[in-house]
């Protein structure tokens, strides 16, 4: 039984791109990889490598630098090491068919006392980050089954405004964005699209129509 055989058992090698299921070391030992994935939901893929493979975990709402915010994460098969350079698309049809965009990579440091193996049996992986967009402190930690939570802990790299996913939303190796990955591989753009930040303030210019100002006025002469 090896670590990859869900990997394996859940994908057709002829048909995505993806890369096969091999164990290995990346030249660091201690990579780490964020995918933003437009497959039937939008989520964050966040995967850490440990012991030849990608311990993984899929991320709805994506990190928050926030230290008040808890991001659920679910524990999903590990993934080879050569993943973390995937960026491209799915097809339509295969599991986790959609667009896969780089969103962080780097290294990470295990803080102790534990080591990343016992520290994955406790449920309680504390981490530094050192990535493009993700940096310091982290906790990942258990609450039941597949399930843990990512928080960012209280450093310099915390931020309770700056909303990372959001301001931050390019592929760190290209700088498309999903909709760019897509138009350029043969995917669904559209469907990528749906999955790229949409502006964050309303249009500027609409702050009162004039039939609203009207309505105002008339209705503040009518008072009796
Ligand atoms: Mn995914």
Redesign the pocket.
């Known amino acids: 039984m090896s670590p990859l055989d869900e990997y394996k058992k859940k994908r057709r090698f002829g048909s995505t791109p993806e890369p096969p299921p091999e164990s290995k070391r990346s030249g660091s030992g201690c990579s780490f990889v964020v995918q933003k994935?437009r497959?039937s939901h939008l989520?964050y893929?966040f995967r850490m490598e440990h012991d030849g493979v990608l311990k993984s975990w899929?991320i709805p709402k994506g990190p928050s630098l926030d230290p008040a915010v808890k991001r659920l994460a679910m524990a999903v098969e590990d993934h080879p090491v050569d993943y973390s350079s995937f960026e491209g698309i799915i097809p339509e049809g295969e599991y986790?068919g959609g667009t896969v965009m780089v969103w962080d990579r780097g290294t990470y440091a295990v803080e102790g006392p534990d080591d990343v193996a016992t520290a994955l049996d406790k449920g309680d992986l504390k981490f530094t980050l050192h990535g493009t967009k993700l940096k310091g402190s982290w906790v990942l930690v258990r609450t039941r089954n597949r399930q843990w939570l990512l928080i960012k802990h209280r450093d310099r790299y915390a931020s309770s405004n700056d909303d990372i996913t959001a301001t931050a939303p390019t592929s760190v190796i290209t700088g498309r964005k999903l909709a760019d990955i897509a138009a350029d591989e043969g995917g669904d753009v559209e469907k990528a699209a749906s999955g790229d930040q949409p502006p964050p303030a309303p249009p500027p210019g609409k702050r009162s129509a004039p039939s609203a100002t009207r309505a105002a006025r008339s209705s503040r002469t009518k008072k009796p």
Do not use: I, R, T, V
Request: no cysteine; net charge negative; proline share 0%.
């Open positions: 994935h497959a989520h893929d899929a986790g």
